[in-house]
């Protein structure tokens, strides 16, 4: 078990820092601020160019910079001593990190830096005030760093996981052939926010031949007794942490056609799981998952099998092709496997935790792969 | 009124391309490709990498680049006729971006992109493969042309506004002394999606002293008749069309100073909303709100009196210092104002829209100032 103190995950990163001769990193995407400054900035989602930024140094003393209006919330959660505003529109928060940086003797060291989440209006200012830093890559650490789970991160993405999964079981329970696309998200939605969540952060459910967009919004449309199917990828957060549950759902009529794919598709997928436990390799497990379709007839056009889930949505271990890191005990990930065949969609996705000897399909104690169905209305 | 049909917003932008002596425009955020490609690209948000770009040139024919995986969605809805895609980790987007730029004879020209958007890792790529282009920010022409709304915005938004009001007054009526903020908030969320909203973008809720913090988020903690506010700021998309409303909430009994700080924020308020009008500069709005706040006696300490409101949060018009622009007919916007007094936030917005000859408040067409009120249970 990880030790959960605060400031420990800082202290974790300290290591890799060394190991790639990093003086200093330098954390901007709203996911790294929550997770190393351990305090929630809100409006870094919705208005980017709010930016929060964690200063984390090998040596002396971190640093958090925020937005004025975020004192209060960044005041009551970091554990950061260092805690410096900018007022929006007076005061850049790029040149605020600059002059960090130059206090902490850093400005001409080597700094790593979330490159792939900075903005480049704001790279380019940073250039500017620190012409002889070296600015380095470094979302690999932080996400290294973030991708085994501490116990606290393991229960609540479990709950996470689970809740979701019954949210839409229900809302599938209550809904009747004659409801609408809307009518069964919402419930699915309003189970999910029941269930304590507290975002929405992704709602795909498309019946028919919708169902071949990977993203589809719900619309008005009824669902009709013609053996259709729906698709559904759905997923909100619960203190910070994601859930994301793919399913798909038969309307009406049982359809042996449907039924047929997804059973084939759901023997690969019991196949598949069972080959996660710490020290598969990421890459072997996409390999033995496309082996899998081959044998059962399925198109394989997937680009991943699988992603960790936490804070964020897609993170590591990632499932890919070319992905030679093996998993690792406390890994918290999706496994999900889809394929489509004439034009629909079938999709199946649960979290996965990889215990010491093996893994625990969290979002399904006990893992029923039979179709959801939503019954005829019978009155 | 605009003209609607498609493409007719990429038309818009040729006289600013022109002014600026720009050869083509490149969009990437999901707000710019939503509204000039037409088609919305769900991931782009949860998964930064998976970038999607809308190459509009000032001659020519404009292309649209997307993920792979997304090609269902966006044939189904942009009008854009040269569509590309790529296949994630196995063709980068920006390659892409570079060689849709070379056949349309664009690499050395005058290409207006948004750089404050695109990731840093991105540009340094796009730099190197295109070392002889003009890279210039372009994010205020797509603003500018974003800023007046056409006639079906108008009415989301507005249906919008009014159904998130609807939702935050249900909730307070069927809440009582005793009920917790998440069970306020949660009833809120939930009449929000029966009103039809897509998405939560923000829950912002603090009761007592935690009302000081901006972007609090609900817990569990019981609402208590001890003289208590409730701070609120609560918003969702309906359509990809922005909510954002502001109220203050009075907990059991009634309390004489809280009253008195509200109604004379809400004078100011009134006052304010009277300036919106066509012709009226943002930074003159900004310092006659400022004023109305020395006359009431009420601590100012805001960098913003307002914002423009759409498939973004904050957009133009912004109500700034320096903002020397005028309002124009059939923008639509937010006035919000607040203050803090002894750690009390109080705070009031709504969505306004400036017509032909003034305004009107879409959020509450009976504008009511006086204070919510969550009533003790008497049962």
């Known amino acids: 078990m990880l030790d959960e103190t605060r400031g420990a995950r800082y202290q974790r990163c300290k290591p890799h820092m060394e190991r790639e001769d990093l003086d200093v990193l330098v954390a901007l995407s709203p996911e790294n ?50 805690r410096r505003y900018y007022v929006e529109a007076q005061r850049s928060p790029i040149a605020m990190l600059a002059e960090a940086l130059k206090e902490k003797h850093l400005e001409d060291k080597r700094i790593g830096i ?48 689970l809740q979701t999964v019954r949210a839409v079981e229900a809302a599938v329970r209550m809904t009747r052939v004659g409801d609408s696309e809307n009518d069964l998200a919402v419930r699915m939605i309003k189970n999910m926010f029941d269930g304590g969540a507290q975002s929405l952060e992704f709602m795909c459910l498309g019946s028919g031949l919708r169902s071949e967009m990977a993203h589809c919004a719900p619309d008005p449309r009824v669902l009709l007794e013609d053996e259709s199917v729906i698709h559904l990828d759905f997923g909100g957060k619960f203190d910070h942490y994601n859930s994301d549950i793919a399913r798909d759902i038969l309307v ?36 033995f998952t496309k082996e899998q379709f081959e044998r059962a007839g399925l198109p394989f056009t997937m680009s991943l099998v699988g992603h960790g889930l936490g804070i964020g949505v897609h993170e590591l271990p990632m499932l890919i092709p070319g992905e030679t890191k093996a998993l690792e005990e406390d890994m918290m990930l999706c496994y999900e496997i889809r394929t489509i065949v004439d034009g629909y969609r079938y999709h199946i996705e649960d979290l996965i935790h990889i215990t010491s000897s093996g893994h625990e399909v969290l979002s399904q104690p006990e893992l029923d792969t039979t179709m959801l169905w939503i019954q005829p209305d019978l009155f």
Chains 1, 2 share one sequence.
Not at 133 to 161: N, T, W
Request: aromatic share 8%; with cysteine.
């Open 252 to 287: 009406g009529r049982r359809s042996a056609k449907h039924e047929d794919i997804y059973k084939r598709l759901t023997d690969c997928y019991v196949r598949g799981i069972e080959e996660l436990k710490p020290g598969a390799r990421a890459c072997d497990i996409y390999q």
């Open 33 to 82: 601020v929550l997770y190393f400054a351990e305090t929630y900035i809100q409006t870094q989602a919705s208005i980017r160019e709010r930016l929060a930024i964690a200063v984390l140094p090998l040596e002396g003393e971190p640093a958090i910079i925020a937005c004025q209006i975020e004192k209060p919330s960044v005041e009551a959660e970091t554990w950061i001593a260092d």
């Open 114 to 161: 979330e490159l792939n989440y900075l903005m480049a209006t704001y790279y380019c200012e940073l250039v500017q005030l620190l012409p002889r830093a070296q600015l380095i890559p470094c979302s690999r650490i932080f996400d290294q760093v973030r991708a085994v789970k501490e116990q606290r991160e393991i229960r609540l993405l479990s709950y996470a996981g």
